[in-house]
């Protein structure tokens, strides 16, 4: 599995247009191939915080060279956001814990 850390900070411009974008882009993620899950959050002091999982380094690629997403992509750097950093990483141990309710 494969997990893409996406931290960002958004621009004054990043009004209705960014957020229908965001929407349509995050629909379009969860009906592609390949893709597991996806969680945001937004800190205190603005930045936000997006975490997708993928089922494996393909169709991640397959993600990151959608026309539509690519387009998100290029109009992000020129005009949503003030700065971003992603890390892209392997997930080599997995392991979970689910409490049962009585």
Do not use: C
């Not at 494969?2 to 009906?31: H, P, W």
């Not at 089922?55 to 690629?61: A, I």
């Not at 956001?81 to 997995?94: F, G, I, K, L, P």
Request: proline residues 2%; hydrophobic residues 40%.
């Amino acid at each position: 599995m494969i997990v893409v850390l996406f931290r960002s900070r958004l621009t004054e411009a990043a009004g209705d247009e960014y957020v229908a974008m965001d929407q349509m882009l995050a629909e379009k993620a969860r009906n592609a191939p390949g893709f597991v899950d996806v969680k945001s959050f937004t800190a205190v002091d603005g930045e936000r915080l997006t975490i997708v999982w993928w089922k494996d380094r393909e169709t991640l690629r397959q993600w990151r060279e959608d026309p539509v997403h690519r387009v998100a992509q290029e109009t992000g750097r020129r005009l949503w956001y003030r700065s971003y950093d992603m890390e892209v990483a392997e997930v080599v141990r997995d392991s979970r814990f689910h409490r049962e309710e009585a």
